[in-house]
């Protein structure tokens, strides 16, 4: 008795001091999660006073080019004026004698600048073609109208200097990415010289050429070279960069006409850089890549691939490259008019880090694929590692004031997602603000581990599949409930146990409780709020963490949807029956969206703390309509 007693005392001791321990963690957690608030509300206010900044910089940049444009046509007017007056005055003067003509004097031919005689446009309305009705809305440019400017970078990758850096200006390496200006001239303009200059901020980022009999030349921009003289001038723009955070994509470019030194005539046009978009996971997919590891994910492969093919989407299984092909690079899309359809072109963000270990992954299906490198490599430490990984960076679908989508990624506090590309996805103005999501809790601190919208049977529609510790647990409660508590969970992984084994470990139910109530709730709520979710789209999926925020069993959260199938790790849940629990959960959670699924065996990538999503990467079909077409005028 005396030793059962002490025996109890020293449990409630060890207990007394694992709760003291559980306390002082909370409290720690606590302390750490009002910090990071802090934190946010100081960057989201400094963010909120750069935009106001911006937006009052590009207010005052339209009001001076308003203000040179009224005092150019102020100039245009007047000469006009000169030109009739100078015209009524010869008629009026009578015929000179042969004495008169002695010492003549000639006048300089002024030609009157009007649309019918001085024509400079860009596709403005963005029908494929330029004409006539190109000219109304052509000096602003926006989003949604006015001329769009293809980024072609000749470097592809390869290059050690960005091409807009690069002071030589090269022929250009495909002119089908060139988007055509048209001058057209009256026959009065013979003896002028014509010039095309751009805006002192855009001039390093953009190459203009002039099509002649010899090819494309490139244009001078600068004022000191006048182009090759045509009345019919085609000229060809390409972009060097994207916009970014030093350059808005906007660029004007003004034709000008002298005679004798003196500008006659003269006009402006904004075009702006297509912007970068990434496709959602609920668009159609025509690729699926993973890395061959060998033995080890042969059989995950092979079960890819079954599942894949009879969607109509291939397979490409690349060697050497690293496991977690979420990583290495986002594929995304630009889109620009044609006359009778829409040109797609895809462009994949890549990586910076290990350059050598990390080549650019191309397309089989889109020989066009470009990729390109945004921000500079960051020296994170072993805890962040993961954060500027692209499984990090993920878009919604088409929701309520972001018809494209809209940005969110994981935001770890002290290491959040690579800023530079952060700014970049601001600076395409069509998918941000990118939303941060707080990730500082999960292993890899990537928000593809907790967040996926999959879309359902009805075409538009779509559910946002969310990790839920709690629902977890209950599901290990309604297990042992039923008399399964001895039934083994996390089959063949390092990690199995029984129902009830888990149940007793208290600490870790309590800390999926926690990561419930104080992570996972405040996220709902937050998705609910930015992308204006209703509770019949979000679908709370059993999860549970271990300590460190690995996944404890396979995350069937980390999934892909591919073409109405959706690829989900096997959960290695209790078999009861000859079924598996927990998988048949997750398809009863997905019954009402009609969403078909398919289970891979990803054991080794479950090992290594990472699920399907993280292991593959998809090439996907870009929205059918224009981006210009579905946002609202002037946007």
Do not use: C
């Not at 999926?512 to 709902?524: A, D, E, G, T, V």
Request: charged letters at 25%.
């Amino acid at each position: 008795l005396a030793r059962k007693e002490l025996e109890r005392q020293e449990f409630e001791r060890q207990e007394l001091a694992r709760k003291e321990l559980e306390r002082q963690e909370l409290a720690r957690q606590e302390l750490a999660r009002q910090e990071l608030e802090r934190q946010e509300l100081a960057r989201q206010e400094l963010a909120r006073q750069e935009l106001e900044r911006q937006e009052l910089e590009k207010q005052e940049l339209a009001r001076q080019e308003l203000e040179r444009q009224e005092l150019a046509r102020q100039e245009l007017a007047r000469q006009e004026l000169e030109r009739q007056e100078l015209e009524r005055n010869q008629q009026a003067t009578p015929q000179p004698t042969p004495e008169s003509t002695a010492t003549p004097t000639p006048a300089p031919v002024t030609p009157a600048a009007s649309p019918s005689n001085f024509f400079f446009a860009g596709d403005t309305n963005r029908d494929g073609q330029i004409n006539q009705q190109d000219e109304a809305g052509k000096e602003q440019w926006s989003l949604s109208s006015g001329a769009l400017i293809s980024f072609n970078d000749r470097n592809n990758d390869r290059g050690k200097i960005p091409t807009w850096k690069q002071t030589k200006v090269m022929v250009p390496r495909r002119a089908a990415m060139l988007s055509q200006v048209n001058l057209t001239l009256s026959e009065n303009f013979k003896t002028s010289q014509l010039f095309i200059t751009a805006d002192s901020i855009a001039s390093p980022h953009i190459s203009v050429f002039q099509k002649t009999g010899d090819g494309w030349q490139p244009v001078d921009i600068s004022g000191a070279k006048p182009l090759v003289f045509s009345t019919n001038i085609v000229l060809g723009v390409e972009a060097k960069q994207f916009a970014d955070r030093n350059w808005n994509g906007t660029v004007n470019l003004k034709a000008t006409a002298l005679n004798n030194g003196q500008e006659i005539a003269s006009t402006t046009i904004q075009m702006g850089v297509s912007p970068w978009m990434i496709a959602p996971n609920t668009a159609p997919v025509t690729e699926v890549q993973v890395s061959d590891r060998g033995a080890v994910n042969s059989e995950f492969i092979s079960q890819l691939k079954q599942a894949v093919e009879p969607t109509g989407a291939k397979v490409k299984i690349i060697q050497g490259d690293r496991t977690w092909m979420q990583d290495t690079q986002k594929n995304g899309y630009v889109q620009l008019p044609e006359k009778s359809e829409i040109r797609q072109f895809n462009v994949a963000l890549k990586s910076n880090s290990e350059p050598e270990k990390n080549p650019p992954v191309k397309s089989t299906q889109d020989r066009d694929l470009k990729v390109v490198k945004i921000g500079n490599p960051r020296s994170l430490d072993p805890v962040s590692q993961w954060s500027d990984g692209y499984g990090n960076l993920q878009v919604t679908p088409p929701i309520p004031g972001h018809p494209m989508g809209r940005v969110y990624y994981g935001n770890s506090g002290n290491a959040s997602f690579n800023p530079e590309v952060l700014d970049f996805i601001q600076a395409q103005r069509i998918q941000g603000p990118p939303v941060d999501i707080d990730t500082s809790w999960l292993l890899t601190r990537q928000v593809d581990e907790i967040i996926n919208f999959i879309p359902t049977q009805t075409p538009g529609q779509y559910v946002m599949a969310i990790a839920s510790p709690e629902a977890g647990v209950k599901l290990l409660e309604e297990l042992e409930g039923r008399g399964y508590g001895d039934v083994a969970i996390n089959r063949g992984l390092s990690t199995q146990t029984t129902v009830s084994a888990a149940l007793k470990n208290r600490a870790l139910i309590q800390h999926n409780l926690y990561l419930q109530n104080q992570k996972l709730n405040p996220i709902i709520e937050k998705l609910k709020r930015e992308f204006l979710l209703g509770d019949d789209q979000i679908v709370q999926v059993p999860v549970m963490f271990g300590y460190s925020g690995y996944a404890w069993w396979p995350n069937m959260v980390n999934s892909v949807p591919v073409n109405g199938k959706l690829l989900v790790s096997n959960p290695r849940g209790p078999m009861i029956d000859g079924v598996d629990y927990t998988q048949e959960r997750l398809r009863q959670l997905l019954l009402p969206a009609g969403v078909s699924v398919s289970f891979l065996d990803d054991r080794y990538y479950q090992e290594l703390k990472g699920n399907v999503q993280s292991a593959t990467n998809t090439v996907r079909k870009p929205e059918e309509r224009p981006f210009w077409q579905s946002l609202p005028n002037n946007y």
